[in-house]
């Protein structure tokens, strides 16, 4: 996806966005967008349009908005540009195109040449390391990730299992697990950290409840014993 930075101008270390969640934030927002009756006919029609026309389109939009898949490769065709800014994601949508798709009549050359329908997520962009993060400013919480971190997942799923291996006598030690698993003494010890953490805190780390600043890297260094004090560390307090 071509997008668009906005704002000033950015530095020479801006930091790679995540493009699998700015995808699935697009879709979400092109959803919406479909399933809104009102959106549709502000922004879709004009004095030309018959109200058969109008109610054929918008019960099209209805059925599109209300598939689980997000019909990428057929709809991004319809997306002249992906802004993204500092507080907003802007999805520019082809007016014309956008008509044609839900089964309008065909647009004039007026039309296809006139503005595009603008779509606008609020979002907030949070550095973490070398990557930016996507963090829409509609979540439960103000400094909350609001999405589930799969690589936060993926780590305490790992700690876990290697923790059950070793008190459940399947494996012996961490060297036996390392050499299992092809890796390093050291990154295994460091994973196993993660089985340690506090069951309310993997809960929300589960939930996407985690603080946007978590990260792999976080959450593999040696928490403390205590789970209040794992909670005033990760910022996650029950």
């Given amino acids: 996806m071509k997008t668009e930075r906005g704002g000033a101008e950015p530095s020479r270390k801006q930091g790679r966005l995540p493009a699998d969640l700015l995808e699935q ?42 598939r689980s898949d997000t019909d990428w490769v057929h709809w991004r065709l319809l997306i002249r540009q992906v802004r993204v800014r500092p507080t907003t994601i802007d999805l520019v949508m082809d007016r014309s195109a956008v008509r044609q798709f839900l089964g309008a009549q065909e647009s004039t050359e007026a039309e296809e040449q006139g503005p595009g329908v603008t779509l606008s997520i609020p979002v907030r962009l949070y550095r973490t390391g070398h990557d930016l993060r996507l963090v829409i400013n509609s979540g439960p919480m103000a400094d909350e990730a609001g999405t589930a971190d799969k690589a936060l997942i993926r780590l305490i799923a790992r700690g876990r299992r290697w923790y059950e291996q070793l008190t459940s006598g399947d494996r012996l030690s961490v060297r036996e697990i390392a050499k299992e698993e092809n890796l390093d003494e050291r990154y295994v010890a460091r994973i196993l950290y993660s089985a340690l953490l506090a069951p309310d805190i993997v809960e929300k780390v589960i939930q996407g409840r985690q603080p946007i600043r978590s990260t792999v890297k976080s959450l593999k260094r040696s928490p403390p014993l205590d789970w209040e004090e794992q909670r005033r560390l990760h910022g996650m307090p029950r």
């Fill in 25 to 66: 934030h697009v879709a979400d927002r092109w959803r919406k967008y479909l399933g809104s009756r009102d959106a549709l006919l502000d922004t879709l029609f004009d004095e030309h349009d018959e109200l058969a026309t109008r109610e054929r389109v918008v019960q099209a939009a209805k059925r599109v908005s209300a």
